[in-house]
Structure formats: structure tokens, C-alpha cells
């Protein structure tokens, strides 16, 4: 069949006879021929009965419409509806994708077909969430959910070190969608790392009128086939350079690309991403590091990173690759590479893996983000003043020492105090301490079947014995999934995690964190800290 010709085949059911039509004398080549009488005898498709969700999302210390989202399952015969996919539908101030809907004014309409519902409104981790079923009608149905905001966290904010948008090759997310979402789901600073692309979110976010939600830092992830992704912020964005300022990694060595970022943005955060993820892209497995010896075979190999990614999303179901790399992390500490532990999202869809899980808390002079700035942010993960989590919140101190500090341990004497909160749909099943990367205290806890209105999960103090300067943190587990909230069904389980930098403690009284090893055999081509 040409363009010039179509044949329209219309069943009405019972008719007598067929009637051919002419189209329109002023489109002669355009003939349609109508049939009308029995048809296959299948069944035709019919668009099912809709009825309109009416929502608003409240604050429940104020009253007043807030940003939020609605994750919405079917329940029952009725299936889980389906907006969009990557590349969400945008109506008034709310972005469907997928069975979400991410809302900036925290009120709107979603069309549903008729069924059984439950939906689940939430604002991130420090904040509580409220599930209705519902069953729609074509006459719709109103929801008014109140959340509270249940986690305070002055002088901390939160940020997501590694996130795609449709400037990366394997991801279609517009950048409006993502501000949604980071937006919708409480975090405060999002970092632009499209593959070998300096992406700006700060234009967007003003065209939004979103600033006082959402700050932004420009970012690259330097991807490099022979050595691996390595996150890097804040850079200067260059809007006619080739791949608007990203650093080069042509025929460039690791220790070349590191040296290149140096020159090109001092104050940058150099992160390592997922550098046990894959043997193909992870940098510890394509630079030979040896963590045990503390050495690389290969030429090129670099120290000069100030962070490393703990935790990558994508690895949230897999407790032995974070312990892999924890492994790492711990050796490069006992042999005095302070790096920072990092955990971010690594998301690339709109569906299971979401922007902001993990997410960072670092300390920084303002977390307003009207004024939270990216210096600030990479500045106090460079000083290790940071933790990640999916959930859980910890404070954490040796004295009067917080997070990334060096705190007195005189006859190598020191005590932790460890706080653990998390909101009520968070759960905390047992806490670690590591001293010098080895597990000294697990505490395990008992799950409530409904916590309610329970946010401290835990409070008390380790007693600190050691013969030499060396290092403490926490590690925080929960045993229940984050679903519906986060986690994509059954495939993908995201469950609470959280892990603080280590607070360095001095036993001799010299102000200064003394490795207990010293560096490997680095050889020349590897740079020292």
C-alpha cells in the first residue's frame, strides 16, 4: 500500500451491505473506502473507564503544599499503571513516569483507569510517608496526605554525586525530569556527571523557579575505556568547547586525566566511581591495585583521588561488592590515602534506580540550598566531613570530634557516642563500629512490627582501647526493603544502609592522624597524596 492510498476498515456491527465513500473532491489521490458489515469476529480494543486522582501533598507542621511524589501500584486484577517511560509527561507542576508522579507544587490531577489502588506519598528520608488504597472510579477520588517532617538536619546537606541525563549516551532523562525528582524526593544538591560532558542543571532549576529546593554543581564523569569513571565537580562548564569543558581522556593515562582536572578546577572533587563494579570499567581492577600491598602494576596507575564510591546504586543488592570495596577503602586508610567514602545513585532511568539513593550528608556552612554552593559541598568532602545513606541518619563523635576530624586519644583512650535516627517507614536492624577496618562492636536491634512515631533507633557509647593512631566509624543496616518508595518490585530491593567517614584518632598528642603502615612500593608512574 502507498502513501496515496489507505483502506479504512470499520466494523459497526450488524449493517446491511457495504457502501464505498469517495474522500473529498479537493484530495482526489487520497481515496478512503469505507466498509461497513461483519467484521473478524474478534473483539476490538476499548480505552478503559478513567477517573481522575485529585492530590495534595501538605506539611503537616504548616498545612501548606509542598513537593512531593506518589508512587501508585495496583492492586488486585488492576495492573500498575504505566505514565511514560525515561522520558516522563509533564502536566501543570507534576512530572509522570513510569507508576510515579513527581510534584513540584504538591497538588494536581492524574488520570487512572478504573480499579484498586495504593498509593504512597513521600518527601525523601527525613520525612514520614502515608499510603491510601483507593479504588477509582469514574468519578474520581480526592487524597490530602499530611507528612511530617521528622529528621532535622541543620548544618548537613544532602547531595547525589552521580547522576545521567540526556547528555549521556545511556540516558534519555530530560534534565527537567531529574530536577522532579530530586526535587520531589528531598535532596539538596544535585551533580551533573553525563559521560564526558560538562551538564549544567543551574539554567533549568531558575527556569523551574526551583531554586529554593534544589542547588546544582556542573560535573563530568571522565569516562575512559582503558582506565575506568572517575566522578569529578565542580568544573567549569564551556558551552562551545567539545563536550562543553570535559577533560580529555584520549590516549591519557589516569595519572594524566587526574593531573588534567588539577589544572583545570584545583578545588574539584576527584571521585572514584564504582571501582569494583565491573572488570571493564571498575578502576581498581583495570589499574592492577593491589589494596593488600598497597601497589599497582600498571603504569599510570594514580593516588591522586580525594573520594572513593562505597556504595554505587546499582550495587544496593549486593552487600559483598560494598564490603569489596569497603576492603579497599580500609587499606588505603590503615596506609595513610585519606580518601572519602561516597555513595550515590548512579541512576540513568526513571524507574528502580532513583536519583538520591544513596545520597551524601556532608557539613557545610549553609545547607539552604539557596545559598549551598558546590565549592562548599566539595570542599567538606574533601575534609571527609561527610556519611551516605539510603535512610538511615547518624551522629557521630569522639568527644567533642565530629566526622572527618582528628580527635584526642591520650594512652590511646577515646569513647564514641553513636545516634542513629531514621523516619518510621526506615528500618535500623544493627549498628557497627570499625575500628582500623575491623568490625569491634555489632549491636543488633530489635524490629518493632510498627514503629510509629519512633525516630531515634539508637543511642550509646563504645569504649576506645588502642595502642596507636588509627581510625573509627559506623556502619548502619536495615534489614527491611525501602519499597515502595524506593526499589523497582521484586527485581530490585534497596534496603537501609548508611556509612560515615572515619574520625581519626591521635594517640601520641602530635595533632596529626600517623598511618600505621606506610605507602607501597608505588614506583614512580603512581603519584603520592
Excluded at 36 to 63: C, N, R, V, Y
Excluded at 216 to 236: N, V
Amino acid at each position: 500500500m502507498t502513501r496515496s492510498w489507505w483502506l479504512l476498515w470499520i466494523a459497526a456491527g450488524a449493517g446491511a451491505g457495504a457502501t464505498a465513500c469517495k474522500a473529498d473532491a479537493g484530495t482526489p489521490k487520497a481515496n478512503v473506502h469505507i466498509t461497513f458489515g461483519a467484521g473478524s469476529g474478534a473483539p476490538l480494543p476499548k480505552l478503559a473507564a478513567q477517573g481522575g486522582l485529585s492530590f495534595e501533598i501538605l506539611d503537616a507542621a504548616t498545612g501548606a503544599r509542598m513537593p512531593g511524589k506518589l508512587t501508585i501500584l495496583g492492586v488486585g486484577r488492576t495492573p500498575e499503571p504505566r505514565f511514560s517511560k525515561d522520558i516522563g509527561v509533564e502536566i501543570d507542576d507534576s512530572l509522570e513516569a513510569y507508576n510515579r508522579v513527581f510534584s513540584l507544587a504538591g497538588v494536581g490531577v492524574i488520570a487512572l483507569p478504573v480499579g484498586t489502588y495504593d498509593i504512597t506519598f513521600s518527601r525523601g528520608i527525613e520525612w514520614t510517608i502515608a499510603t491510601q488504597r483507593i479504588t477509582m472510579t469514574p468519578t474520581g477520588v480526592e487524597l490530602h496526605a499530611k507528612l511530617q517532617h521528622v529528621i532535622q538536619t541543620p548544618g548537613w546537606a544532602s547531595g547525589d554525586f552521580h547522576v545521567h541525563a540526556a547528555a549521556s549516551s545511556d540516558s534519555h532523562v530530560p534534565m527537567r525530569d531529574r530536577v522532579y525528582e530530586f526535587i520531589a524526593d528531598g535532596v539538596d544538591m544535585i551533580v551533573a556527571t553525563d559521560h564526558n560532558v560538562v551538564a549544567n542543571y543551574q539554567p533549568v532549576i531558575a527556569e523551574m523557579h526551583a531554586e529554593k529546593y534544589l542547588a546544582s554543581s556542573t560535573g563530568d564523569e571522565i569516562t575512559s575505556g582503558a582506565w575506568g569513571h572517575f566522578g569529578a565537580f565542580p568544573l567549569p562548564h564551556e558551552m562551545e568547547s567539545e563536550g562543553q569543558g570535559a577533560i580529555p581522556v584520549k590516549k591519557k593515562t589516569a595519572a594524566e586525566i587526574f593531573a588534567e582536572v588539577r589544572k583545570t578546577a584545583p578545588t574539584a572533587v576527584i571521585d572514584i566511581h564504582h571501582p569494583r563494579l565491573e572488570k571493564g570499567i571498575g578502576y581498581f581492577y583495570l589499574g592492577k591495585f593491589d589494596d593488600v600491598n598497597d601497589r599497582s602494576t600498571r603504569r599510570g596507575f594514580s593516588y591522586d583521588f580525594d573520594a572513593i564510591e562505597v556504595l554505587n546504586g546499582y550495587q544496593d543488592t549486593n552487600r559483598k561488592t560494598i564490603d569489596r570495596v569497603m576492603q579497599d577503602w580500609f587499606a588505603m586508610l590503615d596506609r595513610g590515602h585519606l580518601v572519602t567514602a561516597t555513595g550515590n545513585s548512579d541512576t540513568h532511568h526513571l524507574n528502580y534506580n532513583l536519583g538520591g539513593y544513596p545520597r551524601n550528608y556532608v557539613s557545610v556552612p549553609n545547607d539552604d540550598p539557596q545559598q549551598l554552593t558546590a565549592e562548599d559541598m566539595a570542599k567538606g568532602v574533601k575534609a571527609h566531613h561527610s556519611f551516605l545513606t539510603t535512610g538511615p541518619i547518624v551522629d557521630f563523635r569522639v568527644g567533642t570530634t565530629g566526622i572527618g576530624d582528628l580527635a584526642p586519644a591520650p594512652n590511646g583512650k577515646a569513647t564514641a557516642e553513636i545516634t542513629v535516627r531514621a523516619a518510621p517507614w526506615i528500618s535500623v536492624s544493627r549498628v557497627i563500629v570499625y575500628v582500623a577496618g575491623k568490625e569491634v562492636k555489632r549491636w543488633e536491634i530489635a524490629t518493632e512490627p510498627a514503629i510509629k512515631d519512633q525516630i531515634q533507633r539508637f543511642h550509646d557509647t563504645y569504649a576506645i582501647d588502642v595502642k596507636n593512631d588509627t581510625y573509627v566509624l559506623v556502619r548502619v543496616e536495615g534489614d527491611r526493603s525501602l519499597a515502595p518508595v524506593v526499589g523497582g518490585g521484586k527485581d530490585v530491593v534497596v534496603h537501609p544502609f548508611a556509612l560515615t567517614n572515619p574520625i581519626f584518632l591521635d594517640t601520641n598528642g602530635n595533632g596529626k592522624y600517623d598511618a600505621v603502615l606506610p605507602h607501597g612500593s608505588h614506583g614512580k608512574d603512581a603519584s603520592e597524596d
